[in-house]
Structures are given as C-alpha cells and as structure tokens.
C-alpha cells in the first residue's frame, strides 16, 4: 500500500486510494457505454462485432494503464467517437476501403504519432497554445459533453426546423435522465462524497423499477475472441499505396491528434494540472496515447484516444494514474461481466455528463472576455465544439480566428511561431476534412 501512495504521489495530490478507486469507477461507467457503440459502429464497415467488442475493451484497458503508470494522469482511453464513425462510414462504407486496410491505415498514423511525439512537436504544440484558450478549450469540452449527455438522456433531439429541439417527455426513458440529474444536482450541492457515482446507481434502480431497463438475464459471459480482427493491421500495411489511402491516413493522423490534444488540455486545466500555461508530464501522457492508438489497430480497433469522460472520475476526485489503474481494471472485467454493463444506459449516464459540463464551463470565468481579440476565438472554441460536434473542429475555428484578431489588435508580436503554423496547419486540416 506505501508503495502505491509513494509511486502515485497520493499525498501530494491530497488524494486516497478509495476516492481513487471511486473515480476509477465512475469514470469506467461513464466510458463504458463505448463497449457497445464501438462494435455497433464499427460493425457498419464488416467486422466481427464480437471480436471488436473485446478489443474495444482490452485497448482501453492497455491504453488507459499505461497513460496511468507512465503519465500518472487520472485519464481514460478508448476508442474515441466521431473517428469510429469516419472509419466505418466515410472510408469503408463511403470509399469502398475494406475494414482490414483502413485498419492499417490507422496503423500507419499511430507509427507517425509516435515520431512526432518522440520529437516532442507534440507537447510543443500543447504549450504554446495562450492561457485564454486553453481555459475555452476545458470550457468547450464542457459544453461539447453536457450536450452529449442532453443528447444521450433524450432532453434534445433532432428537429427538421431548427437543427435541435426539446425532446419529447412522453418517452419513459427521459424520465430516467431526469430522475438522476435531479438526484444528483441536490447531492453536489449538499456535498455529499461521490455524488456523481451514486446518481448514476440511483438512475439505474430507478430504471429497472419503472421497467425501462431490463435486468440481465446473466451475471457472467465469456468475452467473444478477437481472432478475426487481430493483426489485420499489420498484415496489409503493403495496401496503402495509393493518394487516396494516404489522405485517410492524414485524416486519422489530424483528427486524432488535435482531439487527444484539446481533450487533454481540458482535462488538465479541470484537475488542476495546469502550472505556468504548461501541462506537466505532457510528453509522457501524449506517449502513453500514441502508443494506445498502435496497440489499438493490432487489436482490431478504431482509433485509441483520451476521453473526455474521464472528466466525471476528475469531478469525484480522482487525481493521479491511480485513478486510471483502476478504469483499467474495470475494463478487464467488463469482458466477463458485459451483461451488468446493460443496466448503466445512456440514460443513466447523461447526468454525470451534464453536471461534468457545469463544472468545466466553470473555465470560462478566467478568459478576458473584455479584449475582443481574445474573446472571439475563445467564444468561437466554445460554441464550435458542441455545434460542429467535434473538439478539433471547434479548436480549428478558434486557433485560426487567433491570429487574425491579434493581427487586427496590434499585438503581433505576441503571436508565436507555433501559434502561426498551428494557423496554416489548421486551414490545411479543414481542407482535407472537406477534400
């Protein structure tokens, strides 16, 4: 036990084991529902969704123990959302590219992420970024999940006329959301430890008394062998030969990078990491997420990347890799115990996501709203997060729109060199989104 506290620095941080072990958990229940959408989602382009059910769960569980050990950050990995769909629906479905060579070509990005962070372009990047944004960027995140938590517990749908609307409280299942929000707003504001996590539980007895959830017929399953998808990566690497598989490489390579990267400021800036406008142990936690993305592809996965979830852990305390051990742990008997994993819904999770939200929009307050050159692309990170329903896209706007505003402010000189080629590599990475 000295030696866990002593190697995970659990003093320092004024953390314990059990709050620790609590964040682990929620932020696991809070990422759990990946298990399910990644196969779902994945399963579009052809593969076997078993097989990408257990190596959806055991690239978490790898990527997220090492971001754990090595970083000692209280951040999960998983398959990130948005990438998956581009790889069933744009490359396999969209292009015609078979699931084995758009895996490879996932392969191939995460060899080229770990040159780039070996040479620590990377965590060059992260720190240059100005302190204004970095505070948008943790506050759009927050926006960006509490919309997805709405999304998720059905209190905003699709609308014809006006993009989103107010969902319909005729459906049972909303009331689940609605339910846990409220249990678990009234449990933050009396301060009751692990308010987050116990909302959750809450939300989910309350939707199997009302009948919304079904308990399981199984406690235990043998988790689905990963054969089909192993090694496919590797084994056509020799397809990408052509400009078109080279620019979905690019895409991987970019969309992947500036989501891991805004996701981890955001995060950072949450726990309270952050130290002089820089993230510490900043090389070590990109390593950890590119070599999760490697692991991943061999696997037979989309893209590995921090998740914003984790913010919930973070929320209910968690603040080193001990935190992360634990979600590792827990990915590793989910393969065993996936049908309990049918009682926490989407439903039962929005609120963590929604209240998580709150607490990050909470950045906002430290962002010079009064110099306009900072306040638009800071507000333009915010809102394009949530409304292009991507981190990248959303940084994209903003660390394009910088430059120009501070150009227009007179303030040139404090544009730095790598705040001017994040300018051109940004109009280049929208033009390739779009190409």
Same mark, same amino acid.
């Given at each position: 036990?000295?030696?866990?506290?002593?190697?995970?620095?659990?003093?320092?941080?004024?953390?314990?084991?059990?709050?620790?072990?609590?964040? =682990?958990?929620?932020?696991?229940?809070?990422?759990?529902?990946?298990?399910?959408?990644?196969? /779902?989602?994945?399963?579009? /382009?052809?593969?076997?969704?078993?097989?990408?059910?257990?190596? !959806?769960?055991?690239? /978490?569980?790898?990527?997220?123990?090492?971001?754990?050990?090595?970083?000692?950050?209280?951040?999960?990995?998983?398959?990130?959302?948005?990438?998956?769909?581009?790889?069933?629906?744009?490359?396999?479905?969209?292009?015609?590219?078979?699931?084995?060579?758009?895996?490879?070509?996932?392969?191939?990005?995460?060899?080229?992420?770990?040159?780039?962070?070996?040479?620590?372009?990377?965590?060059?990047?992260?720190?240059?970024?100005?302190?204004?944004?970095?505070?948008?960027?943790?506050?759009?995140?927050?926006?960006?999940?509490?919309?997805?938590?709405?999304?998720?517990?059905g209190l905003i749908i699709g609308n014809k006329s006006t993009l989103v609307g107010l969902g319909s409280f005729h459906n049972p299942a909303i009331w689940i959301t609605i339910f846990g929000l409220i249990v678990t707003v009234i449990l933050m504001i009396l301060n009751v430890p692990g308010a987050i996590f116990i909302g959750m539980v809450l939300a989910a007895v309350f939707g199997v008394i009302t009948g919304q959830i079904p308990l399981p017929t199984k406690v235990i399953s043998m988790a689905p062998s990963i054969a089909p998808t192993f090694g496919q990566a590797v084994f056509h690497v020799k397809d990408i030969n052509s400009l078109q598989m080279w620019v979905v490489v690019l895409t991987f390579l970019l969309v992947t990078f500036f989501?891991?990267?805004?996701?981890?400021?955001?995060?950072?800036?949450?726990?309270?990491?952050?130290?002089?406008?820089?993230?510490?142990?900043?090389?070590?936690?990109?390593?950890?997420?590119?070599?999760?993305?490697?692991?991943? /592809?061999?696997?037979?996965?989309?893209?590995?990347?921090?998740?914003?979830?984790?913010?919930?852990?973070?929320?209910?305390?968690?603040? !080193?890799?001990?935190?992360?051990?634990?979600?590792?742990?827990?990915?590793?008997?989910?393969?065993?115990?996936?049908?309990?994993?049918?009682?926490?819904?989407?439903?039962?999770?929005?609120?963590?996501?929604?209240?998580?939200?709150?607490?990050?929009?909470?950045?906002?307050?430290?962002?010079?709203?009064?110099?306009?050159?900072?306040?638009?692309?800071?507000?333009?990170?915010?809102?394009?997060?949530?409304?292009?329903?991507?981190?990248?896209?959303?940084?994209?706007? =903003?660390?394009?729109?910088?430059?120009?505003?501070?150009?227009?402010?007179?303030?040139?000189?404090?544009?730095?060199?790598?705040?001017?080629?994040?300018?051109?590599?940004?109009?280049?990475?929208?033009?390739?989104?779009?190409?």
């Amino acid at each position: 036990m000295n030696f866990i506290k002593n190697y995970f620095q659990l003093d320092q941080y004024h953390t314990s084991v059990k709050v620790e072990f609590l964040a =682990g958990l929620t932020t696991f229940i809070s990422m759990s529902y990946i298990l399910f959408v990644n196969p /779902s989602v994945l399963g579009a /382009s052809g593969m076997n969704t078993g097989a990408v059910f257990t190596s !959806t769960a055991l690239a /978490s569980a790898l990527g997220t123990a090492i971001m754990g050990i090595v970083a000692n950050y209280p951040i999960g990995e998983a398959p990130a959302l948005g990438i998956n769909a581009f790889f069933a629906y744009t490359v396999c479905v969209g292009m015609h590219v078979s699931w084995e060579t758009a895996l490879a070509a996932v392969f191939v990005a995460s060899i080229i992420f770990i040159f780039i962070t070996l040479f620590k372009l990377r965590e060059k990047i992260i720190n240059a970024i100005p302190a204004d944004l970095k505070f948008a960027i943790s506050s759009g995140i927050g926006l960006f999940i509490a919309f997805l938590g709405m999304q998720d517990g059905g209190l905003i749908i699709g609308n014809k006329s006006t993009l989103v609307g107010l969902g319909s409280f005729h459906n049972p299942a909303i009331w689940i959301t609605i339910f846990g929000l409220i249990v678990t707003v009234i449990l933050m504001i009396l301060n009751v430890p692990g308010a987050i996590f116990i909302g959750m539980v809450l939300a989910a007895v309350f939707g199997v008394i009302t009948g919304q959830i079904p308990l399981p017929t199984k406690v235990i399953s043998m988790a689905p062998s990963i054969a089909p998808t192993f090694g496919q990566a590797v084994f056509h690497v020799k397809d990408i030969n052509s400009l078109q598989m080279w620019v979905v490489v690019l895409t991987f390579l970019l969309v992947t990078f500036f989501d891991t990267a805004g996701t981890l400021i955001g995060l950072a800036q949450q726990a309270g990491f952050m130290k002089d406008n820089k993230m510490p142990r900043v090389g070590k936690a990109l390593a950890s997420d590119s070599t999760a993305m490697m692991v991943g /592809s061999v696997l037979g996965t989309s893209p590995i990347g921090a998740f914003v979830e984790s913010s919930a852990g973070i929320a209910v305390g968690g603040r !080193t890799g001990l935190t992360a051990v634990f979600v590792a742990i827990f990915f590793l008997i989910s393969m065993i115990f996936s049908p309990l994993l049918g009682l926490f819904t989407t439903h039962v999770t929005a609120p963590a996501l929604i209240i998580v939200g709150v607490l990050m929009a909470q950045n906002t307050a430290h962002i010079h709203w009064d110099k306009m050159e900072i306040a638009v692309p800071a507000f333009l990170i915010l809102i394009g997060m949530p409304l292009t329903y991507s981190i990248s896209d959303g940084l994209a706007l =903003g660390l394009i729109t910088y430059p120009i505003c501070m150009l227009a402010a007179k303030r040139s000189k404090e544009i730095t060199p790598m705040m001017w080629l994040l300018f051109f590599v940004f109009i280049f990475f929208l033009w390739v989104l779009n190409f």
